[in-house]
C-alpha cells in the first residue's frame, strides 16, 4: 500500500506525455508553483537531478504529487 503524496492536492498527468526525465521534471515542478508551492517545486528539482535514475525521479513525483 503506498502512503499519499506530500502535495496530494497537486495533480499531474505522466501518462501519455513525454516521457524525457526533464519533462517530467518540468511538470511536476510547474504544477507545484502554479499551486503556489514554489520552495516544494525548487526542493523537488534539485532533489530530481540528483536523483541516480529515472525510476528514482518518478517515485520522487509520486511521493511528491498526486500523479496520473
Known sequence: MSE?????EVA???SGEDGNVYSVI????????KAG???AATEFSQAARA???YDEVLQLAMRTVDVS
Not at 499519499?4 to 496530494?8: E, F, G, K, M, N
Not at 518540468?26 to 504544477?31: D, H, I, T
Open 4 to 8: 499519499a503524496p506530500q502535495y496530494p
Open 12 to 14: 499531474v498527468q505522466l
Open 26 to 33: 518540468g511538470r511536476v515542478q510547474g504544477a507545484l508553483r
Open 37 to 39: 508551492h514554489r520552495d
Open 51 to 53: 536523483a541516480q535514475s
